[in-house]
Protein backbone atom coordinates (compact mmCIF):
# COMPACT_ATOMS: atom_id res chain seq x y z
CA UNK A 1 0.00 0.00 0.00
CA UNK A 2 3.22 2.32 0.85
CA UNK A 3 2.68 5.50 2.54
CA UNK A 4 -0.63 6.09 4.05
CA UNK A 5 -0.25 8.66 7.29
CA UNK A 6 -3.55 11.15 6.83
CA UNK A 7 -2.00 14.20 7.75
CA UNK A 8 1.83 14.22 6.40
CA UNK A 9 3.62 12.71 3.42
CA UNK A 10 6.53 10.99 3.52
CA UNK A 11 8.38 13.33 1.53
CA UNK A 12 7.72 16.34 4.10
CA UNK A 13 8.18 13.89 7.07
CA UNK A 14 11.56 13.19 5.95
CA UNK A 15 12.87 17.06 5.51
CA UNK A 16 11.32 17.34 9.00
CA UNK A 17 13.59 14.54 10.06
CA UNK A 18 16.31 15.88 8.39
CA UNK A 19 15.99 19.20 10.60
CA UNK A 20 15.89 16.87 13.42
CA UNK A 21 19.30 15.47 12.61
CA UNK A 22 20.90 19.19 12.29
CA UNK A 23 18.99 19.61 15.87
CA UNK A 24 20.66 16.57 17.55
CA UNK A 25 24.08 17.58 16.00
CA UNK A 26 24.07 20.91 17.64
CA UNK A 27 23.50 18.89 21.14
CA UNK A 28 27.55 18.05 20.83
CA UNK A 29 27.43 21.87 22.45
CA UNK A 30 29.33 22.61 18.54
CA UNK A 31 27.89 24.08 15.43
CA UNK A 32 29.29 22.47 12.55
CA UNK A 33 31.38 26.31 12.25
CA UNK A 34 33.24 24.75 15.28
CA UNK A 35 31.95 27.21 17.63
CA UNK A 36 29.76 26.58 21.01
CA UNK A 37 26.29 26.06 20.48
CA UNK A 38 24.39 28.05 22.78
CA UNK A 39 21.58 26.15 24.69
CA UNK A 40 19.35 27.73 27.11
CA UNK A 41 15.96 26.41 28.38
CA UNK A 42 13.55 27.73 25.74
CA UNK A 43 16.00 26.27 22.46
CA UNK A 44 15.97 23.07 24.58
CA UNK A 45 12.43 23.05 25.59
CA UNK A 46 11.88 23.42 21.31
CA UNK A 47 14.60 20.49 20.69
CA UNK A 48 11.83 18.53 23.03
CA UNK A 49 8.72 19.72 21.05
CA UNK A 50 10.36 18.08 18.06
CA UNK A 51 11.35 15.27 19.45
CA UNK A 52 7.40 15.09 20.57
CA UNK A 53 6.17 15.74 17.09
CA UNK A 54 8.09 12.55 15.97
CA UNK A 55 6.97 10.24 19.21
CA UNK A 56 3.11 11.35 18.00
CA UNK A 57 3.23 10.68 14.30
CA UNK A 58 4.79 7.29 14.65
CA UNK A 59 2.61 6.35 17.65
CA UNK A 60 0.02 6.73 15.15
CA UNK A 61 2.07 4.49 12.76
CA UNK A 62 2.63 1.68 15.19
CA UNK A 63 -0.67 1.43 16.64
CA UNK A 64 -2.20 0.15 13.69
CA UNK A 65 -1.41 -2.82 11.59
CA UNK A 66 -2.95 -0.73 8.36
CA UNK A 67 0.05 1.48 8.76
CA UNK A 68 2.66 -1.75 8.67
CA UNK A 69 3.79 -0.68 5.42
CA UNK A 70 4.21 3.11 5.98
CA UNK A 71 6.70 2.02 8.75
CA UNK A 72 8.54 -0.24 6.32
CA UNK A 73 8.58 2.63 4.03
CA UNK A 74 9.99 4.76 6.45
CA UNK A 75 12.69 2.70 7.48
CA UNK A 76 13.75 2.03 4.06
CA UNK A 77 13.65 6.15 3.83
CA UNK A 78 15.25 6.37 7.04
CA UNK A 79 18.63 3.85 5.38
CA UNK A 80 18.78 5.88 2.42
CA UNK A 81 19.61 8.84 4.20
CA UNK A 82 22.05 7.57 6.23
CA UNK A 83 23.77 6.53 3.47
CA UNK A 84 24.84 9.67 2.56
CA UNK A 85 28.57 9.70 3.53
CA UNK A 86 27.48 13.01 4.71
CA UNK A 87 25.15 11.80 7.37
CA UNK A 88 26.91 11.91 10.93
CA UNK A 89 28.01 8.43 11.88
CA UNK A 90 27.10 9.34 15.63
CA UNK A 91 23.52 9.06 14.47
CA UNK A 92 23.72 5.89 12.12
CA UNK A 93 20.57 4.10 14.41
CA UNK A 94 18.56 6.60 13.80
CA UNK A 95 15.40 4.50 12.98
CA UNK A 96 11.33 4.29 13.27
CA UNK A 97 12.09 2.56 16.85
CA UNK A 98 14.27 5.49 18.37
CA UNK A 99 11.96 8.27 16.69
CA UNK A 100 9.48 6.42 18.74
CA UNK A 101 11.04 7.18 22.02
CA UNK A 102 12.68 10.61 20.51
CA UNK A 103 12.81 12.62 23.46
CA UNK A 104 14.56 10.17 25.20
CA UNK A 105 16.93 10.21 22.22
CA UNK A 106 17.31 14.12 22.29
CA UNK A 107 17.94 13.71 26.36
CA UNK A 108 20.64 11.14 25.55
CA UNK A 109 22.31 12.95 23.22
CA UNK A 110 21.95 16.07 25.69
CA UNK A 111 23.98 14.33 28.22
CA UNK A 112 26.09 12.14 27.05
CA UNK A 113 27.48 14.56 23.97
CA UNK A 114 27.20 17.99 25.25
CA UNK A 115 29.79 19.07 27.84
CA UNK A 116 27.72 19.11 31.06
CA UNK A 117 29.20 22.45 32.39
CA UNK A 118 27.09 24.54 35.13
CA UNK A 119 24.79 26.86 32.25
CA UNK A 120 24.42 23.89 30.26
CA UNK A 121 22.74 21.25 33.22
CA UNK A 122 20.68 24.00 34.65
CA UNK A 123 18.65 25.50 31.33
CA UNK A 124 18.63 21.04 30.37
CA UNK A 125 17.03 19.98 34.01
CA UNK A 126 14.74 23.63 33.64
CA UNK A 127 13.55 22.33 30.52
CA UNK A 128 13.39 18.66 31.25
CA UNK A 129 11.16 19.84 34.52
CA UNK A 130 8.83 22.00 32.54
CA UNK A 131 8.39 19.60 29.86
CA UNK A 132 6.79 17.13 32.78
CA UNK A 133 5.12 19.36 34.18
CA UNK A 134 3.18 20.44 30.95
CA UNK A 135 2.54 16.70 30.23
CA UNK A 136 1.04 16.08 33.81
CA UNK A 137 -1.13 18.80 33.24
CA UNK A 138 -3.60 16.78 31.35
CA UNK A 139 -3.50 14.34 34.03
CA UNK A 140 -3.25 15.55 37.17
CA UNK A 141 -5.50 18.21 39.15
CA UNK A 142 -2.48 19.83 40.87
CA UNK A 143 0.50 19.03 38.36
CA UNK A 144 3.07 20.50 40.99
CA UNK A 145 1.81 17.51 44.08
CA UNK A 146 2.01 15.07 40.97
CA UNK A 147 5.37 15.84 39.77
CA UNK A 148 7.12 15.90 43.21
CA UNK A 149 4.86 12.38 44.65
CA UNK A 150 7.01 11.21 41.45
CA UNK A 151 9.75 12.53 42.53
CA UNK A 152 9.23 11.00 46.62
CA UNK A 153 9.12 7.91 44.83
CA UNK A 154 12.61 8.12 43.38
CA UNK A 155 14.36 9.48 46.12
CA UNK A 156 13.37 6.69 48.99
CA UNK A 157 15.06 4.55 46.52
CA UNK A 158 17.96 7.22 46.34
CA UNK A 159 17.99 7.41 50.22
CA UNK A 160 18.85 3.34 50.50
CA UNK A 161 21.78 4.22 48.78
CA UNK A 162 23.05 6.90 49.46
CA UNK A 163 24.97 6.48 52.54
CA UNK A 164 26.96 4.02 50.57
CA UNK A 165 27.83 6.33 47.86
CA UNK A 166 28.84 9.43 49.66
CA UNK A 167 30.54 7.93 52.55
CA UNK A 168 32.99 6.70 49.45
CA UNK A 169 35.98 8.72 49.73
CA UNK A 170 36.53 8.98 45.82
CA UNK A 171 34.09 11.85 44.92
CA UNK A 172 33.48 10.37 41.43
CA UNK A 173 32.94 6.93 42.99
CA UNK A 174 30.51 4.54 40.88
CA UNK A 175 26.92 4.21 41.99
CA UNK A 176 25.59 1.22 42.47
CA UNK A 177 24.65 -0.48 39.41
CA UNK A 178 21.00 -2.03 41.71
CA UNK A 179 20.42 1.44 42.29
CA UNK A 180 19.93 2.38 38.79
CA UNK A 181 17.85 -0.86 37.90
CA UNK A 182 16.07 -0.14 40.70
CA UNK A 183 15.35 3.50 39.42
CA UNK A 184 14.71 2.32 36.34
CA UNK A 185 11.86 0.43 37.65
CA UNK A 186 9.93 3.42 38.80
CA UNK A 187 6.68 3.74 37.40
CA UNK A 188 5.63 6.60 35.08
CA UNK A 189 7.99 7.22 31.83
CA UNK A 190 8.87 11.02 32.93
CA UNK A 191 11.52 12.94 31.77
CA UNK A 192 13.06 13.36 34.87
CA UNK A 193 13.23 9.86 35.72
CA UNK A 194 15.27 9.22 32.79
CA UNK A 195 17.52 11.89 33.22
CA UNK A 196 18.31 10.73 36.48
CA UNK A 197 19.21 7.28 35.05
CA UNK A 198 21.24 9.09 32.23
CA UNK A 199 23.46 11.21 34.58
CA UNK A 200 23.91 8.13 36.25
CA UNK A 201 25.04 6.39 33.73
CA UNK A 202 27.85 9.77 32.65
CA UNK A 203 28.42 9.29 36.34
CA UNK A 204 29.16 5.73 36.31
CA UNK A 205 31.55 6.33 32.99
CA UNK A 206 33.27 9.04 34.39
CA UNK A 207 34.04 7.22 37.47
CA UNK A 208 35.18 4.15 35.29
CA UNK A 209 37.15 6.47 33.16
CA UNK A 210 39.09 8.15 36.28
CA UNK A 211 40.07 4.47 37.57
CA UNK A 212 41.85 3.96 34.09
CA UNK A 213 43.16 7.30 34.17
CA UNK A 214 45.10 6.92 37.51
CA UNK A 215 46.02 3.75 36.89
CA UNK A 216 47.77 4.59 33.67
CA UNK A 217 49.53 7.14 35.95
CA UNK A 218 50.74 4.85 38.86
CA UNK A 219 51.66 2.56 36.26
CA UNK A 220 53.72 5.10 33.98
CA UNK A 221 55.60 6.16 37.74
CA UNK A 222 56.14 2.96 38.52
CA UNK A 223 57.91 1.86 34.89
CA UNK A 224 59.89 5.43 35.08
CA UNK A 225 60.59 4.57 39.16
CA UNK A 226 61.41 1.28 39.44
CA UNK A 227 64.12 1.79 36.37
CA UNK A 228 65.85 4.09 37.97
CA UNK A 229 66.72 2.32 40.81
CA UNK A 230 67.38 -1.50 39.11
CA UNK A 231 69.91 0.83 37.10
CA UNK A 232 71.42 2.88 40.13
CA UNK A 233 71.77 -0.21 42.02
CA UNK A 234 73.44 -2.46 39.00
CA UNK A 235 75.91 0.25 38.35
CA UNK A 236 77.26 0.60 42.01
CA UNK A 237 78.11 -3.35 41.97
CA UNK A 238 79.54 -2.61 38.38
CA UNK A 239 81.90 -0.29 38.95
CA UNK A 240 83.38 -2.07 41.46
CA UNK A 241 85.00 -4.84 39.19
CA UNK A 242 88.58 -4.34 37.69
CA UNK A 243 87.49 -3.73 34.17
CA UNK A 244 85.14 -0.77 35.23
CA UNK A 245 86.14 1.74 32.67
CA UNK A 246 84.69 -0.81 29.75
CA UNK A 247 81.31 -1.46 31.87
CA UNK A 248 80.60 1.91 32.54
CA UNK A 249 80.86 2.44 28.72
CA UNK A 250 78.35 -0.26 28.72
CA UNK A 251 76.30 0.69 31.07
CA UNK A 252 75.99 4.19 29.58
CA UNK A 253 74.81 2.67 26.37
CA UNK A 254 72.13 0.57 28.74
CA UNK A 255 71.37 3.59 30.31
CA UNK A 256 70.27 5.36 27.13
CA UNK A 257 68.61 2.49 25.75
CA UNK A 258 66.46 1.71 28.74
CA UNK A 259 66.01 5.86 29.45
CA UNK A 260 64.35 6.04 25.80
CA UNK A 261 62.56 3.15 26.09
CA UNK A 262 60.75 4.51 29.10
CA UNK A 263 60.12 7.48 27.97
CA UNK A 264 58.41 6.58 24.56
CA UNK A 265 56.88 3.88 26.81
CA UNK A 266 55.37 6.47 28.85
CA UNK A 267 54.25 8.80 25.54
CA UNK A 268 51.84 5.59 24.99
CA UNK A 269 50.57 5.89 29.01
CA UNK A 270 49.78 9.26 29.40
CA UNK A 271 46.33 10.91 30.06
CA UNK A 272 46.97 13.10 27.23
CA UNK A 273 47.95 10.56 24.57
CA UNK A 274 45.22 7.95 25.61
CA UNK A 275 42.03 11.28 25.09
CA UNK A 276 43.89 12.10 21.67
CA UNK A 277 43.84 8.83 20.01
CA UNK A 278 40.22 8.22 21.46
CA UNK A 279 39.43 11.22 19.68
CA UNK A 280 41.47 10.24 16.67
CA UNK A 281 39.18 6.75 16.52
CA UNK A 282 36.21 8.98 16.96
CA UNK A 283 37.19 11.36 14.15
CA UNK A 284 38.49 8.51 11.73
CA UNK A 285 35.74 6.46 11.85
CA UNK A 286 33.55 8.93 9.74
CA UNK A 287 34.29 8.83 5.90
CA UNK A 288 37.09 11.15 4.73
CA UNK A 289 34.54 13.17 2.76
CA UNK A 290 33.67 14.33 7.39
CA UNK A 291 36.73 14.01 8.85
CA UNK A 292 38.38 16.27 6.02
CA UNK A 293 35.94 18.52 6.22
CA UNK A 294 36.71 19.01 10.38
CA UNK A 295 39.99 19.70 9.69
CA UNK A 296 39.35 22.24 6.91
CA UNK A 297 37.33 24.05 9.19
CA UNK A 298 40.81 24.37 11.54
CA UNK A 299 42.06 26.08 8.31
CA UNK A 300 45.90 24.19 9.19
CA UNK A 301 48.49 24.14 7.04
CA UNK A 302 52.81 24.53 7.61
CA UNK A 303 52.42 28.03 8.23
CA UNK A 304 49.87 28.08 11.04
CA UNK A 305 50.97 28.06 14.58
CA UNK A 306 53.24 26.02 15.78
CA UNK A 307 50.91 24.03 18.55
CA UNK A 308 47.91 24.36 16.18
CA UNK A 309 49.95 22.85 13.41
CA UNK A 310 51.70 20.15 16.18
CA UNK A 311 48.61 19.33 17.46
CA UNK A 312 46.73 18.54 14.04
CA UNK A 313 49.72 16.46 12.72
CA UNK A 314 49.73 14.38 16.12
CA UNK A 315 45.75 13.58 15.84
CA UNK A 316 46.51 12.54 12.15
CA UNK A 317 49.05 10.27 13.11
CA UNK A 318 47.47 8.74 16.06
CA UNK A 319 44.42 8.28 13.63
CA UNK A 320 46.81 5.36 11.50
CA UNK A 321 47.55 3.69 14.71
CA UNK A 322 44.54 4.10 16.95
CA UNK A 323 43.24 0.31 15.79
CA UNK A 324 46.68 -0.76 17.00
CA UNK A 325 47.23 0.83 20.11
CA UNK A 326 47.22 -1.92 22.55
CA UNK A 327 49.74 -3.99 20.22
CA UNK A 328 52.03 -1.40 19.80
CA UNK A 329 52.70 -0.90 23.69
CA UNK A 330 52.67 -5.06 23.77
CA UNK A 331 55.59 -5.15 21.40
CA UNK A 332 57.12 -1.95 23.05
CA UNK A 333 57.08 -3.89 26.64
CA UNK A 334 58.75 -6.94 24.71
CA UNK A 335 61.15 -4.87 23.45
CA UNK A 336 64.61 -6.32 25.57
CA UNK A 337 68.26 -4.75 25.36
CA UNK A 338 70.33 -4.78 22.56
CA UNK A 339 73.43 -3.30 21.60
CA UNK A 340 73.73 -2.19 18.07
CA UNK A 341 75.69 1.01 17.74
CA UNK A 342 73.39 4.15 15.92
CA UNK A 343 75.37 3.79 13.09
CA UNK A 344 74.18 -0.14 13.00
CA UNK A 345 71.13 0.96 13.87
CA UNK A 346 71.16 4.07 10.56
CA UNK A 347 71.85 1.12 8.45
CA UNK A 348 69.48 -1.84 8.79
CA UNK A 349 66.41 1.34 8.59
CA UNK A 350 67.79 2.57 5.58
CA UNK A 351 67.87 -0.78 4.07
CA UNK A 352 64.18 -0.62 4.06
CA UNK A 353 64.76 2.15 0.94
CA UNK A 354 66.38 0.56 -1.02
CA UNK A 355 64.49 -3.05 -0.67
CA UNK A 356 67.62 -5.17 1.08
CA UNK A 357 65.19 -5.86 4.04
CA UNK A 358 62.34 -7.51 3.46
CA UNK A 359 59.15 -6.77 6.06
CA UNK A 360 57.27 -9.09 7.28
CA UNK A 361 53.45 -9.21 5.54
CA UNK A 362 50.92 -8.77 8.11
CA UNK A 363 47.46 -7.12 9.33
CA UNK A 364 49.13 -4.11 10.56
CA UNK A 365 51.76 -3.65 7.53
CA UNK A 366 49.60 -4.11 4.82
CA UNK A 367 48.64 -1.00 2.55
CA UNK A 368 45.37 0.28 4.58
CA UNK A 369 43.42 2.41 2.90
CA UNK A 370 42.16 4.47 5.90
CA UNK A 371 45.80 4.57 6.69
CA UNK A 372 46.59 6.05 3.00
CA UNK A 373 44.10 8.84 3.10
CA UNK A 374 45.21 10.07 6.29
CA UNK A 375 49.04 10.11 5.01
CA UNK A 376 48.35 11.87 1.90
CA UNK A 377 46.51 14.23 3.27
CA UNK A 378 49.07 14.78 5.95
CA UNK A 379 51.42 15.06 3.15
CA UNK A 380 49.47 17.87 2.31
CA UNK A 381 49.34 20.08 5.08
CA UNK A 382 53.08 19.78 5.45
CA UNK A 383 53.65 20.54 2.06
CA UNK A 384 57.26 19.49 1.79
CA UNK A 385 58.44 20.80 4.62
CA UNK A 386 59.28 18.77 7.18
CA UNK A 387 60.49 20.58 10.47
CA UNK A 388 56.77 20.12 11.96
CA UNK A 389 57.42 16.26 12.38
CA UNK A 390 60.26 17.18 14.83
CA UNK A 391 58.04 18.78 17.23
CA UNK A 392 56.35 15.06 17.20
CA UNK A 393 57.17 12.31 19.59
CA UNK A 394 60.44 10.07 18.10
CA UNK A 395 58.01 7.13 19.17
CA UNK A 396 55.07 8.17 17.44
CA UNK A 397 56.44 9.15 14.16
CA UNK A 398 58.30 6.09 13.55
CA UNK A 399 55.02 3.68 14.37
CA UNK A 400 53.00 5.90 12.77
CA UNK A 401 54.45 6.63 9.58
CA UNK A 402 55.05 3.13 7.37
CA UNK A 403 57.46 2.26 5.00
CA UNK A 404 55.22 2.16 2.32
CA UNK A 405 54.58 6.01 2.45
CA UNK A 406 56.29 8.18 0.43
CA UNK A 407 56.41 10.41 3.52
CA UNK A 408 58.47 7.42 5.21
CA UNK A 409 61.00 8.30 2.28
CA UNK A 410 61.46 12.31 3.29
CA UNK A 411 61.21 11.50 7.13
CA UNK A 412 64.25 9.09 6.33
CA UNK A 413 66.38 11.46 4.10
CA UNK A 414 66.07 14.40 6.53
CA UNK A 415 67.46 11.94 9.48
CA UNK A 416 70.34 11.00 6.72
CA UNK A 417 71.00 14.37 5.97
CA UNK A 418 71.49 15.25 9.87
CA UNK A 419 73.34 12.33 10.12
CA UNK A 420 75.77 12.94 7.69
CA UNK A 421 76.10 16.85 9.11
CA UNK A 422 75.02 18.08 5.59
CA UNK A 423 73.34 21.90 5.45
CA UNK A 424 69.73 21.49 6.81
CA UNK A 425 67.48 23.97 7.61
CA UNK A 426 66.43 22.25 11.00
CA UNK A 427 68.74 20.71 13.37
CA UNK A 428 68.12 17.74 16.19
CA UNK A 429 71.20 18.16 18.03
CA UNK A 430 74.86 19.59 17.71
CA UNK A 431 77.14 16.25 17.59
CA UNK A 432 78.56 17.43 14.02
CA UNK A 433 79.71 20.30 15.33
CA UNK A 434 81.30 18.49 18.21
CA UNK A 435 82.58 15.77 16.16
CA UNK A 436 81.07 13.50 18.01
CA UNK A 437 79.15 10.02 17.42
CA UNK A 438 75.31 10.40 17.62
CA UNK A 439 74.79 8.36 20.65
CA UNK A 440 72.14 9.88 23.35
CA UNK A 441 71.24 12.61 20.97
CA UNK A 442 67.48 13.23 19.98
CA UNK A 443 68.88 12.11 16.37
CA UNK A 444 69.95 8.37 17.76
CA UNK A 445 66.65 8.61 19.51
CA UNK A 446 64.78 8.86 16.29
CA UNK A 447 66.97 6.27 14.64
CA UNK A 448 66.50 4.07 17.66
CA UNK A 449 62.59 3.89 17.37
CA UNK A 450 62.83 3.44 13.58
CA UNK A 451 64.97 0.47 14.39
CA UNK A 452 62.28 -1.18 17.25
CA UNK A 453 59.66 -0.79 15.31
CA UNK A 454 61.10 -1.47 11.90
CA UNK A 455 63.63 -3.95 12.09
CA UNK A 456 63.71 -5.24 15.46
CA UNK A 457 60.33 -6.59 15.17
CA UNK A 458 61.24 -8.34 12.12
CA UNK A 459 64.23 -10.04 13.92
CA UNK A 460 61.93 -10.96 16.68
CA UNK A 461 59.33 -12.58 14.26
CA UNK A 462 61.63 -13.80 11.91
CA UNK A 463 64.85 -14.52 13.03
CA UNK A 464 66.09 -16.32 9.65
CA UNK A 465 65.96 -12.95 8.25
CA UNK A 466 68.31 -11.12 10.63
Not at 45 to 56: D, G, H, I, P, Y
Not at 382 to 390: R, S
Amino acid sequence: MGWSHPDISLEDLMKLIQGFVDILILTSGYQSSGSLAHWDPININKAFQWALFFENVLGTLSCLDVYQDSLKELDEALSTLKSDARFPQGLAHVSCATLTTARKFVLEHFIHTLPLRDSHLRPFLMATIEMDLVELSGTEHNRLSGYLNKLKLQNTLNNSDQNRRFSNEDPVASPDISFVRKLGECNGDSLTKYTVQELLKRWSAVSHISTIEKGLKITSNSITSSSSSVFDDYFKEQVKQDNAPVIVDQLVCFLTWNHWKVKNLCYFLDKRSVRMVSGASMIFFAPKMQWVQVFKQLNISAKSSDNNLCDTIELLLLGCISGRWTKIIEHFLSVSYNSPTTSEQHNEVWKLLHGKCQIVESKEETTCLKEKDILEYLAGILGGQLHPLWNISPVLAAVAIPSWSPLFRFYLDELEIQFRGDFSTMRCCNCNQEKKEHNDCELAERIWCLYIFHVYSRQVHNPSSA
